[in-house]
């Protein structure tokens, strides 16, 4: 069982990689941006709420996100271990999965960052908003997420390096030779 937290900023990868690691380690796998997409696809009160910070590029409360994690976590089966994709994505939700884990026994094994830079994920974002239909794929909406990814999100980098768990990875070339390099610290763990 290996618990493993891909983190990034939106754009650097961390959809398309979690999907080549499930592919090869069975992992199972929580994107929370997903989870809350089909909570607006299926016009639920959460997916109502949620689609207002979403549609303004702004983080959905930790409060609510953590209840979401944790009901979305012991629903699955859980057999190879899981990738956590966007979460966590503030101190509070780091704290909050490393308690959540401890309590059922486990931990996170590692942390994978994908480290892209500012303009390419720029540029990346714009060109998936002309197919990906999601509503915060727009540049102005793209401009506040990476703005609070830098804000919010960026300082669990430190956080989890004194957790020993931090594992930079470089999130750019080819889809293979990144998911290799994660291969290499998985492999590792
Ligand atoms: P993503 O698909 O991971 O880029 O997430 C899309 C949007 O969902 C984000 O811009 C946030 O508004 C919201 N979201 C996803 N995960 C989280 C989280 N862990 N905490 C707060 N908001 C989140």
């Known amino acids: 069982m290996k618990n493993l937290v891909i983190f990034g900023a939106p754009g650097s990868g961390k959809g398309t990689q979690s999907d080549l690691l499930v592919q090869k380690y069975g992992f199972d ?5 997903d989870v809350l997409r089909a909570e607006i696809k299926a016009g639920t009160e959460l997916g109502n709420t949620a689609k207002q910070y979403i ?12 209840d979401i ?3 979305t976590y012991d629903a699955l ?11 966590p994505r503030t101190i509070p939700q780091a704290d909050a999965l490393k ?3 401890a309590e059922r ?10 480290s892209v830079p500012d303009e390419m ?18 540049e102005e909406t793209i401009a506040k997420r990476l ?33 290799a390099n994660l291969c290499v610290v998985i492999d590792a763990l």
């Open 99 to 101: 308690a959540m884990l």
């Open 29 to 33: 796998h929580i994107s929370t941006g």
């Open 147 to 179: 703005s609070v990814y830098h804000a919010q999100t960026a300082p669990l980098v430190e956080w989890y390096a004194q957790e020993g768990i931090h594992n930079p990875v470089q999130g750019y070339g080819s889809l293979e030779d990144i998911n």
């Open 55 to 66: 549609d303004n590029g702004q983080l959905i409360p930790d409060a609510l996100m953590i």
């Open 77 to 87: 089966p859980k057999t190879q271990g899981v990738i956590f994709d966007g979460f």
């Open 121 to 138: 994920l720029m540029e990346r974002l714009i060109n998936r908003g002309k197919t990906s239909g999601r509503a915060d794929d727009n």
């Open 69 to 71: 994690l944790a009901a």
């Open 105 to 114: 026994g486990t931990a996170v094994h590692a942390m994978l960052e994908l």
